[in-house]
């Protein structure tokens, strides 16, 4: 069991890595801060942040803090992905793509529940994930 449980985790740490990022002027067009199963709000909801008030509140955390630049402020919005409460492990949010349009940031969302009689951990869970979009422009999700 402790075997299976290690191995949805790992599952669920490296899938957030698996969209890859559009190049624009040779940077990536995202990059992934965090994502995790624990420490999520309780309803589903999707947040841009844009402001420089709103990412400075995101320089507070301790795991984002060393990920975001001062440059940021200016060149960057954040986006904060929640799924919302589970009843169970298994489940995770993340980026599956990103494309930017003259005039928007398209940003494909995937929603990953547990497998159909799968192992999981039986605890509530609130899965999350923080994304750095490095544009200005307007985000549309999908």
């Known amino acids: ?5 290690m191995g949805l985790m790992m599952i669920t740490l490296f899938s957030c890595a698996t ?3 559009v190049a624009t002027d040779s940077k ?3 990059e992934v801060l965090t994502e995790q199963t624990y420490g999520g709000a309780a309803i589903r909801f999707y947040e841009i942040l844009s402001e420089p008030n709103e990412i400075r509140m995101l320089q507070k955390d301790e795991n984002l803090k060393s990920n975001i630049k001062p440059t940021d402020l200016q060149n960057s919005n954040f986006v904060i992905l929640n799924m919302g409460q589970k009843s169970s492990g298994g489940y995770s949010i993340n980026v599956e793509g990103v494309v930017e349009t003259p005039t928007q940031v398209i940003i494909k969302v995937k929603e990953i529940g547990p497998e159909p009689g799968g192992m ?3 605890a509530m869970t609130n899965p999350f994930c923080v994304v750095k979009i490095n544009s200005k422009k307007e985000i549309i999700f999908q």
């Open 19 to 21: 969209g890859k990022p």
């Open 28 to 30: 990536k067009l995202y």
């Open 120 to 122: 999981v951990t039986q």
């Open 1 to 5: 069991m402790r075997k299976i449980v």
